[in-house]
């Protein structure tokens, strides 16, 4: 077939001429290569004949180019294969139109820089994304370029061979996508620059410079857009930003690994990935004992929770409470002042007015640790500065009293005593002074003395009275109460809430600053929905940055006694500069299974937007009824031979909480035929196991087939359980059943039939 598009030889040849282009620079660089390594073999052996810095600096710089090259070849042999993907023909100012390959790296014929392969992060690569043939235009560098755009055409190249040519006019759809989306996942989540669609292409390109908020559905490739854009960020702002510089911050340590695979084929794999706890407890440098946040959770999943517990978590987030801690703050700073002069014998070197002015104006726009570093500096030099000037008065002074002496006394006797007596005297007060040393400063430092950021978050929140005095008119007296007493058993254990985060690194921000390293050009949090306000503001202030990339889906909102309860909030409170995207449309799940989500979640929050799935069809879900313990295994059992039988890959068996998950590994052990795990939160998913996870701990996951299974717990109307099953079954690619006792076990009952299968 794709030998009879007229373009086949044309198209043949020049993938054999790229190949064999890319073939040779691979082998100059590789030669090159063997250079370097030969120059730093140099640099190490005259190590000891050479001015040792030179050498030193010689290892650096052939490191540096042998590093460059090598990743340059790294990049390169990854696309050795598969060199380009598609291609554009535009014609701007030309006589002709354009051809232009779109790849993952740029490639340019070095004498004449005619383009061979441009990347797909260039700016004129944007119009294969934005899906309009005719008239067109991009922007590059804040210039608008138009033309016309006659050729959208994709390929399919696999080990190096043309398997497919395709191409597409506005009205095609767009088959490469549906291929894509057809394929089993395996675990983990791949690159889709081939398949980026316009509405993503929107969000990945938006103004790198300002901070984007991105309310997606589930399945939208809110994570693998997050990544893209990382990855558009780098190339856009090499010269400027470090990858170190830029930090994503995942859920947990799972959602990591699932996303590892595909940093290094957007070549961001050098960026730092954490969690919010790790995050925290490095800026903090200190572990900190936090008590799980799923224990919260499963306490209100289980339903024996108060309301004012939910509501202490939800305050702990929120911007009022970040008010109160500035107020704390303020009233440290003013019990920094101090009374005393620096004063070196008897000599005032700076007024406490002064000192003072120092650290509540001077330098108020630094942490308090900082400013006190810093007074300690001018303290240090006044005292430099002073000593001499110390020494001379003093002679001057004695001076006037040996002229004093001289003309008040006669008798020789006493006289020459008196004189032997002052001359001692001022001999030891300047020994005296040039003994001094900087240690009179560190002394006088001593005053401010700074606690731990724990100690003065604790001292806070265990002082019902302190508190009172700022939150007299925000609170009641039952909320502060409450406020006290749950904080105060949860310090007494030595551990926190992760509620409590937020406050100890914004406290930590305030008095000791974050450390360089904790800092950040370029921030991206996915599961954003999950995140407080004053979570957010605290990581914009300690990051130092406001350029985040947030995504997030209130729907999957299971957090939200302590989350985002509106993206619109966060823009006004938090990053006044974002831009807002929605993403409507999702792309993992089938039309059958997205159907049913959908109908769902309109159970208890219809105000969402539903998700609109992209068309693929798979089976309608299904529900299996189960009489017994031992009947569930035999169901459980069969639908996995289905499955397998299907095709399926990757499969999960999600629960409603931990427990649950536990008794469904312990059924199936005796399912020989085949092999579970049950996912711990630090885990990998190992190739080839069937998943067991309990639905909060699978949230960003995917699987080819997803069974939701019940064994004695159930799903209520409650939002936080029509949240977590929404979660549930988005999860999955192709293939969604439902196993309990009775289909109201997962509110199916108030779900019109039609959405799904029932077998018995
Ligand atoms: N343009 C695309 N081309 C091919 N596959 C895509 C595209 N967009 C998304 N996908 C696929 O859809 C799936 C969902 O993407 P992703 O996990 O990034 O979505 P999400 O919005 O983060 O989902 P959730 O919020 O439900 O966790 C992934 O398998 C991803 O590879």
Redesign the pocket.
Known sequence: MTKDHPDYNVELKRLEYTKEYIQNILLASEGKQGKYKDNIKDAFVNLDHLDSSLSYINILINAKFYEMTSSDLEHLKRVENKPYFARIDFQGDTQEPTPYYIGKVSLFKKDTQESIIIDWRSPVASLYYDGRLGEVEYEAQGQIYSGDLSLKRQYIIEEGDLKEIRDIDVTTRDEL?QA??SES?DNR??E?VS???AE?NEVIRSELSKPVIVQ?V????????ALHRLSMFIYSYAEQVNPDEMMILAPNHLFIDYISEVLPELGVDQIKQTTFIDYVQKSLGKKINIIHPDEKLLQLLEGDQEDLTKWASSFKGSMEFKQVIDQFINDLETEFKVDVPFKVEGFTLYKSKNVNRLFLKEYKYLPFEKRINKIKGVLQATFKKKKKEMIKLIERKFEDRFDQLYYSTTHTEEKRKKVVRLNEEKDRKIARIKKTTNKVVTEYIKQYQLEKVYTYYQQLMSDEQLLKSYTRNLLTDQQRNHLVTSSTSVFKKKKYELEDLAPLLYLQYQIYGINDEWKAKNVVIDEGQDYSLFQLYALRMSTGTDLFTILG?LS?GIHSYRGMKSWDQLIQEVFPRALYRTLKKS??TTIEIMNLANHLLELSMPELDAAEPVVRHGGYPSFTETSSLENAKEKLNSTLEQLYAQGMKTIAIISKTKNEAKQIENISRDLNDFSFQLLQENESINDGKIAIVPSYLS??L?FDAVIIMNLDESYSQEELDVKLLYVAM?RSLHRLHLIGPAKEYFLLDKINSKFYDVHS
């Open positions: 996508l894509t989306l996942s989540l791949t889709i398949t980026i669609q993503q997606g589930a399945g939208s490739g809110k994570t693998t857009i889906d999957q792309y993992r949230k960003g995917e988005t």
